[in-house]
């Protein structure tokens, strides 16, 4: 039994570490697959249950035709998004600086700075901003502190003023924290 058998190789990891799912399996067993059973840009793959797109992006990668389906809205969004390689990769990051740069700036001007947590000041801020009674249920628990969720909070909103349709998705989907 190899232990690391299920580990994204570091050539794989642009794409797939991009909000990688618990049930997910590595590029490479697709990739085995595809090659042992010969699978060719002729034919067409059907992934009944694709999760977050591995087996649609690794056939991608070997230019074949690929069809996903998922019932989990938030798994199918990140499979499309993953699966959706059309934006300026310069653009997105130029688009998302600025998107980060708004953010901050609605931070500061709300008496916070962004720093990380060990260095952060004990002191309350004021106003925080918080999700309407009805999507706070949704919540679990003391899952969230006030203060990261009022930064999200920002962040979506930053999003939203500086709405660009051809990065939207891309800066939705959580990235990892590797």
């Not at 049930?23 to 990739?31: D, G, K, M, S």
């Not at 797109?53 to 690794?58: C, K, Q, R, S």
């Not at 949704?138 to 500086?162: G, Y």
Request: glycine letters at 4%; charged letters at 25%.
């Amino acid at each position: 039994m190899n232990p690391t058998a299920n580990n994204v190789a570091p050539d794989d990891q642009a794409i797939h570490r991009w909000y990688r799912f618990v049930l997910a399996y590595p590029p490479h067993l697709v990739r085995d697959y595809l090659e042992r059973f010969q699978v060719s840009a002729s034919q067409q793959i059907l992934d009944p249950f694709c999760g977050t797109g591995t087996t649609l992006i690794e056939c991608m990668r070997l230019g074949i035709r690929s069809i996903g389906i998922e019932a989990n809205p938030v798994v199918s969004f990140a499979s499309r998004v993953k699966t959706d390689w059309s934006p300026d990769p310069a653009g997105l990051l130029d688009h998302a600086r600025r998107v980060a740069d708004h953010a901050y700036d609605r931070l500061r001007r709300d008496g916070i700075e962004d720093v990380p947590l060990a260095l952060h000041k004990s002191e309350p801020v004021a106003d925080l901003r918080t999700l309407p009674p009805e999507q706070a249920k949704l919540l679990l628990a003391n899952s969230i502190s006030p203060l990261p969720l009022h930064k999200s909070l920002v962040l979506l909103e930053s999003l939203e003023v500086l709405h660009d349709a051809r990065y939207y998705a891309h800066e939705r989907l959580p990235w990892p924290t590797w």
